[in-house]
């Protein structure tokens, strides 16, 4: 006999979920609903979701009709316990002696209680689950409304709960009022504002062809699929491409799409295409497009939220493009005004903006960063250090003009073009323009070596001032985005194959400052991020923990970002090669050998050992093998190791002992009857341990 089961649906109506929430309240749902169904040992076939600005809905197919029954049983004392403990386990479970069953355990015979529960109907656990969840939905924030205490995104409309198509009983408490599940949608409140009645829907496709037909795509995956067609056939109608970048926020804001072209005035085309992009994708939530050669053509095209009518269309075009013409006649205003005086004109306004409390003004910073890039240029190969320091000095410049005022997100950017029209060279205003990138773990490094100068030089003074004002990270807590700028450094170095003092460079920033030194914490959390960084390229924890310590061995540069990073890396690699894992077996074995011997004796073995005691002509072998490898193979002349290559060759080298010690250990006795020769073999472990402790801290290997 089949098992029975029903499906579930729930749909939430309310005004406009943001955009950029939307997906993740669909996810979320998905997630809370069948965790608690799965808790509540419910098990269904499938599980799905939808979500457009106004609805949230969720299906649940074949999800079981009741609980299954289940056998509850709790033991009680030994079947020869007292007869005071006996009656009040009976007490406790309500039954009688003759109805407790004895079994046999490895601890002795025990009395057991057992009793069948019976499961419950699903329909009579859904409204209590459902509204549990609907009370604490995790939305990144919620507001009240009316007289209810509840919280939700937006006010709440609506709870449609469905069981095989039927309303289920139940009640939301808003806290203030009471709110019925019922099963009535609504469709596009301007093109069907009238009640959907959705009872007797039988699957998720036929919830969505029916709000369809009332003009709600209410699936966001066909939305950008709409957006995506329609503006592609219009744009090339038009001779232009779709920019893409804009299509998942604007389906969010959007129940039916449909798209309109319109023109930019000649004019405003003149303005540098990031001016007209921010004015037009940012603020205006337009698709831009791009003419045949890739530049920024003179058209948008504006999603509209009705019906296709061509008299409605050349309305809504002609709102926005007077909309757009007043804020592309605002950034023309900027630019002509800003233009009027050269970019290193505006440093001295500078000065009236705080960097931070402790840290003196965006003008400070400006001069600090001048210095500390012409001294990080140094270290860089081909890198004019004049001229990142010019970069640097002017690379705050544009934020107190108009432009970067009304388009914050054009800061860097805009500066750039101003230092050109200022007459700089184009080296130094790329500088200005990419010296906040990267900002993210999705942003590109800028391509100048200049910019990479000024952007280490920024990030370097913003993590040494506010470490040493003591606004450091915490938890969770990031206020100032160091972590991100910690991680731009690592990338950066890395990427660009820089290699730099930046413990020396942190202690120069601090004292930019007017610290007397940095912060102790500063390089190890740098340190951290790398380690972090590492990791997420599949890097275990502990050959990162061999190959980066902090207790200033010879293994490590202490503050090479870029050494520390391609020695993991190479590190990573020696050891899944045969000779690295062979070697690995050899070094557990000799360290091993010596921990036991050192902790009898509690003594550290020096590394040395004695030719002339050799007995055996392994010993010979390993000692010419070990005392072979130069202290440049054996990772000590770090100064020297310039590329990966380097390292994997120093890996290779390490590698050429792995026979002579596996040769040592098949034909040696270490613990020698001989004092002596069991002390020059202990030596000699010694000695192998020493050297590979100089190409990389070996003990932190786990098995």
Do not use: C
Request: charged content about 25%; overall charge negative; hydrophobic content about 45%.
């Amino acid at each position: 006999m089949s098992k029975e089961t029903l499906d579930l649906f729930i749909e939430l109506v309310q005004e406009e979920i943001p955009a950029r929430m939307q997906d993740q309240a669909g996810k979320d749902l998905l997630r809370l609903v069948t965790a608690e169904l799965s808790a509540a040992n419910l098990a269904f076939e499938n599980a799905s979701y939808v979500v457009s600005p106004r609805h949230l809905a969720l299906y649940v197919s074949a999800l079981d009709s009741r609980q299954a029954d289940s056998i509850v049983e709790k033991r009680g004392p030994r079947v020869d316990a007292p007869e005071q403990a006996i009656n009040g386990f009976l007490a406790s479970t309500g039954m009688t002696r003759d109805q407790l069953v004895e079994e046999e355990t490895p601890k002795g015979t025990f009395l057991f209680a057992r009793s069948e529960s019976k499961g419950a109907a699903t329909s009579d656990l859904l409204a209590d689950m459902i509204t549990g969840i609907l009370a604490n939905f995790p939305w990144p924030k919620s507001q009240r409304w009316g007289t209810t205490r509840f919280r939700w995104v937006r006010p709440l409309h609506r709870v449609n709960v469905l069981v095989n198509g039927a309303v289920l009983d139940g009640t939301l408490d808003l806290d203030g009022a009471l709110m019925l599940f019922g099963g009535t949608s609504m469709g596009h409140y301007f093109e069907n504002p009238a009640d959907i009645d959705i009872t007797g829907i039988t699957s998720m496709d036929d919830y969505t062809t029916r709000l369809a037909d009332a003009h709600v795509i209410v699936d966001g995956d066909v939305r950008r699929a709409m957006i995506n067609d329609q503006a592609k056939a219009l744009a090339k109608a038009n001779g232009a491409i779709v920019r893409p970048g804009m299509t998942d926020e604007i389906a969010g804001l959007v129940q039916f799409p449909h798209p309109i072209y319109g023109a930019i005035e000649d004019r405003f085309m003149a303005l540098p295409d990031e001016v007209l992009e921010a004015s037009i994708r940012s603020h205006q939530k337009y698709l831009t497009l791009s003419a045949a050669d890739g530049t920024l053509a003179n058209g948008f095209i504006v999603v509209s939220n009705r019906l296709p009518d061509p008299d409605r269309d050349a309305v809504i075009l002609a709102g926005n493009q007077r909309v757009l013409r007043a804020r592309l006649a605002d950034a023309e205003f900027f630019w002509n005004e800003d233009t009027k005086i050269g970019l290193e004109d505006y440093l001295p306004k500078l000065a009236d903006i705080t960097f931070y409390e402790g840290l003196g003004s965006v003008h400070d910073k400006a001069m600090r960063i001048e210095k500390l890039a012409g001294t990080i240029a140094g270290y860089m190969a081909g890198v004019d250090a004049v001229k990142a320091a010019r970069a640097a000095r002017l690379a705050k410049a544009d934020l107190v003009t108009g432009m970067v005022g009304e388009f914050p997100e054009l800061q860097g950017l805009i500066g750039g073009y101003y230092a050109r029209l200022a007459g700089e060279g184009d080296d130094v205003a790329a500088a200005i323009a990419g010296h906040y990138r990267p900002q993210g773990p999705g942003d590109s490094l800028p391509e100048s070596n200049i910019a990479l100068a000024v952007s280490l030089a920024d990030k370097i003074d913003s993590l040494a001032g506010f470490f040493g004002v003591g606004a450091k990270p915490t938890g969770s807590k990031d206020p100032f985005a160091l972590r991100r700028a910690a991680l731009g450094i690592i990338r950066i170095v890395r990427e660009a194959q820089i290699r730099m003092p930046l413990g020396e460079i942190i202690e120069l920033a601090a004292s930019h400052h007017g610290f007397a030194k940095a912060d102790g914490d500063l390089l190890g959390f740098v340190k951290e991020r790398l380690r972090v960084n590492l990791r997420d390229e599949g890097i275990a924890h502990d050959v990162i923990a061999a190959a980066i310590s902090d207790d200033g061995g010879a293994n490590d540069a202490l503050d090479d970002m870029l050494l520390m990073a391609d020695r993991a890396t190479a590190l990573d690699a020696f050891l899944a090669s045969s000779d690295g894992a062979g070697l690995m077996a050899g070094w557990r074995r000799a360290a091993s050998i010596l921990a036991a011997e050192e902790n009898k004796t509690k003594t550290t073995f020096s590394a040395a050992t004695k030719p002339a005691l050799f007995a055996n002509d392994a010993e010979g072998a390993l000692y010419a093998a070990v005392t072979g490898l130069s202290d440049s193979d054996a990772g000590m002349a770090d100064a020297n190791i310039q590329t990966k290559e380097d390292l994997s060759a120093m890996m290779t080298a390490l590698g050429g002992l792995r026979a002579p010690i596996d040769k040592f250990f098949e034909d040696v006795v270490v613990n020698d009857d001989d004092p002596d020769i069991r002390q020059n073999r202990l030596g000699l472990l010694a000695l192998i341990r020493a050297k590979m402790q100089q190409v990389a801290d070996f003990s932190k290997l786990e098995g």
